[in-house]
């Protein structure tokens, strides 16, 4: 199978890096195929402005212009290169360290560049009946996806009543947002915590670990978000319907009961 890395850390030395080059080495030996897209090391731009695309007559308008660009072809070539990798990987691992409790601002510009409108938005039909192919259906339908995040905090501060907030919550936005909404099935995340306190044994630990992970990225059980056309929510309100997790509100009710 194809797997696509879409690594963002500065130093090849760091912690991450080492995680990298243990994931490739695993999947090349498990026969995958992989890919790497080191975003620092590519000079990967990271803000989505009207240099992606050829100058056009009126105000730069960010999805039109994202639109024209991925049906003409005329895009900026990071992006075109990295939509082909995403259209030939069967699983996707985005890899980084827990910044400011999210993406580090790199990889936040590889999905608003990259995510074209008419590639991972904006696809099917959009009307009143049918709100677009998206959250379960769309361009990634098939595909997996996962995230490998390291964090300085304990995993007591990202647990249920942790002072950071839950670790589920502060990725949804990533795991149901930027992954399930162009169509992925998103794997439960591979998390290293206080990684202040890595050294070879740990390091030696967490290796074989996610070794295990990646031995089941194509078996494992999704993280079960629900499907947007798969009859839960109300359309056009896309409210969840009142029999399914019956006056609860937050982000635990889009898992299937
Ligand atoms: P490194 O610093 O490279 O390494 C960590 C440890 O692993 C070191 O002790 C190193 O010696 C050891 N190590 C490295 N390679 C190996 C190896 N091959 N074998 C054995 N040991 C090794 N944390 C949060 O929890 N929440 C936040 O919101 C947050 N925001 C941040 C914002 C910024 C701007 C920054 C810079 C940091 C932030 N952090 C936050 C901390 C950050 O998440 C961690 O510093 C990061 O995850 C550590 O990953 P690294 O690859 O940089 O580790």
């Known amino acids: 199978m194809n797997v696509l890395i879409v690594f963002a850390h500065p130093e090849p030395q760091s912690l991450n890096g080492a995680l990298l080059r243990s994931a490739v080495r695993q999947l090349e030996a498990a026969g995958h195929s992989v890919q790497v897209s080191d975003l620092y090391a590519m000079g990967f731009k990271a803000t989505l402005d009207a240099e992606d695309f050829p100058p056009g007559d009126g105000p730069f308008d960010p999805s039109l212009a994202s639109l024209e660009g991925l049906d003409s072809g005329e895009q ?57 192919d998206r959250y379960g259906e769309g361009r990634m339908a098939g595909k997996r996806a996962m995230l490998l995040v390291t964090t300085g905090g304990w995993e007591s501060h990202y647990s249920a009543r942790g002072i950071n907030g839950p670790i589920d919550d ?21 998390l290293v915590h206080r990684t202040s306190r890595v050294d070879e044994a740990r390091f030696a630990q967490i290796e074989a670990q996610l070794g295990e992970r990646l031995a089941s990225l194509f078996s494992a059980a999704p993280i079960p978000f629900r499907r947007q056309n798969g009859g839960d929510y109300a359309i056009p309100a896309l409210e969840l319907k009142p029999e399914h997790k019956p006056g609860a509100g937050g982000f635990g009710i889009h898992l299937a009961d």
């Not at 070539?77 to 601002?105: G, H």
């Not at 990889?107 to 009946?129: C, I, M, N, P, T």
């Not at 502060?170 to 591979?190: R, S």
């Open 76 to 132: 900026h070539p990071q992006i075109s290169a990295e939509q082909a990798k995403l259209d030939w990987a069967d699983a996707l691992i985005l890899q980084f360290p827990l910044w400011w409790f999210s993406l580090p601002a790199i990889l936040k510009g590889w999905v608003e560049r990259v995510y074209a409108y008419g590639f991972a938005y904006g696809v099917g039909e959009h009307s009143d009946q049918h709100w677009g």
């Open 170 to 190: 502060l990725l949804f936005p990533i795991h149901h947002g930027v992954l399930h909404y162009p169509g992925f099935d998103v794997l439960p995340p591979f």
